[in-house]
């Protein structure tokens, strides 16, 4: 079992920047393959960023690439989004997900995520 935290989410402006911070409790984050999705309203759930236990493998939506940094503090159960040029098509609520381990990989799909956040909402201004 592995409780989710998501903090960090706010109003901004258009080409500003947001750390979003996913605190985890448990002593066996640091083994669980983390996400990050994001969900606007009226739209589906969809894939920002995932990284795997170790950190050696990760990658981020093309929709957001170059502007979105996933990271993950093991010693410290947290794992973050660092969101650079924040456009209005990113407002969403931002939801952390943890994956069970099965290797040093990230996952896509939200399927295959088995602990959720309760989501922070970011809302950006044009």
């Known amino acids: 079992q592995v409780d989710l935290v998501e903090s960090g989410g706010g109003l901004v402006q258009a080409g500003d920047s947001l750390k979003l911070s996913c605190a985890a409790s448990?002593?066996?984050?640091?083994?669980?393959?983390m996400g990050w999705f994001r969900q606007a309203p009226g739209k589906g759930r969809e894939f920002v960023a995932g990284i795997s236990w170790s950190g050696g493998s990760h990658d981020v939506a093309a929709s957001v690439k170059d502007r979105f940094t996933i990271s993950r503090d093991n010693a410290k159960n947290t794992l973050f989004l660092q969101m650079n040029n924040l456009r209005p098509e990113d407002t969403a609520v931002y939801y952390c997900a943890a994956a069970r381990p099965n290797g040093d990989v990230h996952y896509y799909t939200d399927i295959l995520y088995d602990y959720w956040g309760q989501g922070t909402q970011v809302t950006v201004s044009a």
């Open positions: 448990g002593s066996t984050f640091s083994t669980y393959a």
